[in-house]
């Protein structure tokens, strides 16, 4: 699978209607970005989604960033995964995440377990789930969202790798440490063509705001040094800084650079609009020269 240095997560194709969103896609595959990375919250269903892309580019990947267990049954996420894969060989790959309890009980209804035992139950369900249909000429491939040691572990014995959200460089190296030296590695990076700090700052805490909220991502950033100080009224510069680099053309790809010299192998760029429901595209043909160079 071609996932290649650089590739781009994005929210804002949900906000379009599908034939701009396809669009996109053909043109971020022009561009040279090597996979499109999508979520699953409460927007299009990510299978749907991922294959209205596919059906729309010859080469790019498309990653779920990511579909959540409690979405569906581990053989309903086994079926869909093997669906895609069949009909997209070695270009559909699985993100796979526990999500966070706000969204499970709260959005979904569901009750929301210890994330690594659910995960690994559900695992085994989805590994033994049958499928009758045509199987995939190339065997899929999934990673998991994992961000602690149990998880990084778990996504190293259970996945081709992870895809950490939401973290900065300093996670990508012990990430690369838990993992070991084979699996995949695909973290998230968050950015904001912006060089005034205070209109670029304002933009990052915009997008942290929820995110700041969620146990599962406040502890993480706790295991690696941030306290109470840096959580408050926002986000401190500091951890602004941290996650969301900001800055020219040449800030972010450091940026990038920085990861992939902490061991990543695959860099998900997340632009961050001025306006929050806009399509970036201006910013993703301006990065491409220097992401993709």
Same mark, same amino acid.
């Given at each position: ?12 194709? $949900? /906000? ?73 060989? $070695?270009?559909? /790959?699985?993100?796979? &995440? ?14 929301? &377990? ?10 085994? +369900?989805? $590994? ?12 899929? *491939? +999934? ?17 081709? &790798? ?13 990430? +690369?440490?838990?993992? &070991? ?7 998230? *990076? ?15 805490? +915009? ?13 993480? =950033? ?26 020219? $053309? ?41 992401? =993709?160079?």
């Amino acid at each position: 699978m071609e996932l290649g240095r650089v590739g781009i997560w994005t929210f804002q194709l $949900d /906000l379009q209607p599908s034939s701009a969103a396809r669009e996109a896609a053909n043109e971020l595959e022009a561009l040279g970005y090597g996979a499109i990375w999508v979520p699953e919250a409460a927007g299009r269903d990510p299978f749907a989604h991922a294959t209205l892309l596919l059906g729309a580019t010859t080469r790019m990947v498309l990653a779920t960033g990511i579909a959540t267990i409690y979405a569906r049954d581990a053989m309903s996420m086994n079926a869909a995964w093997r669906t895609v894969s069949e009909a997209f060989p $070695d270009r559909f /790959l699985l993100g796979l &995440g526990v999500s966070h309890q706000p969204a499970v009980e709260g959005l979904r209804g569901h009750t929301y &377990g210890p994330p690594l035992q659910a995960m690994r139950e559900y695992l085994d +369900r989805m $590994d033994a789930g049958l499928f009758f249909a045509a199987q995939p000429s190339v065997e899929p *491939q +999934r990673v998991l969202a994992a961000l602690g040691p149990r998880m990084l572990a778990l996504a190293a014995k259970r996945s081709s &790798g992870a895809h950490p959200y939401f973290v900065p460089v300093e996670h990508t190296a012990v990430a +690369r440490e838990a993992l &070991g030296a084979d699996a995949l590695l695909c973290p998230e *990076q968050m950015a904001v063509l912006e060089t005034d700090p205070v209109a670029a700052r304002r933009i990052a805490r +915009r997008a942290m705001a929820t995110y700041l909220g969620l146990p599962n991502y406040v502890n993480n =950033l706790r295991r690696l040094g941030y306290g109470d100080d840096d959580f408050a009224n926002g986000g401190s510069d500091r951890l602004v800084d941290a996650i969301v680099v900001w800055g020219d $053309d040449a800030t972010v790809r450091a940026r990038v650079d920085a990861h992939h010299d902490a061991g990543a192998d695959h860099v998900c760029v997340q632009v961050l609009p001025h306006d929050a429901r806009s399509l970036p595209m201006e910013e993703w043909r301006r990065l491409a020269p220097a992401l =993709l160079s």
